[in-house]
C-alpha cells in the first residue's frame, strides 16, 4: 500500500467513525486512537530496545 492510498484509507475511516457523532464522542474517539498510536509506539521502542541489548548493541 502506498502513502497516498494509507492516508486516503486512514481519511475514510475517520469521516466514517465521524458521521452522526457529537464533537465530543469525535473528541473522545480522537484521544482514545492517540492514546493507542502512543501505546503501540512505546511497546515498538521497547521491543527494538530490548532487542539491541540481547543483541549486544544496547546499553
Do not use: H, P, W, Y
Amino acid at each position: 500500500m502506498s502513502a497516498l492510498e494509507l492516508t486516503s484509507a486512514i481519511t475514510a475511516v475517520a469521516n466514517a467513525l465521524a458521521c452522526g457523532r457529537s464533537a465530543d464522542e469525535v473528541n473522545l474517539l480522537s484521544a482514545v486512537f492517540v492514546q493507542l498510536g502512543d501505546t503501540l509506539a512505546t511497546i515498538a521502542l521497547q521491543k527494538s530496545l530490548c532487542c539491541n541489548v540481547e543483541n549486544g548493541r544496547g546499553t
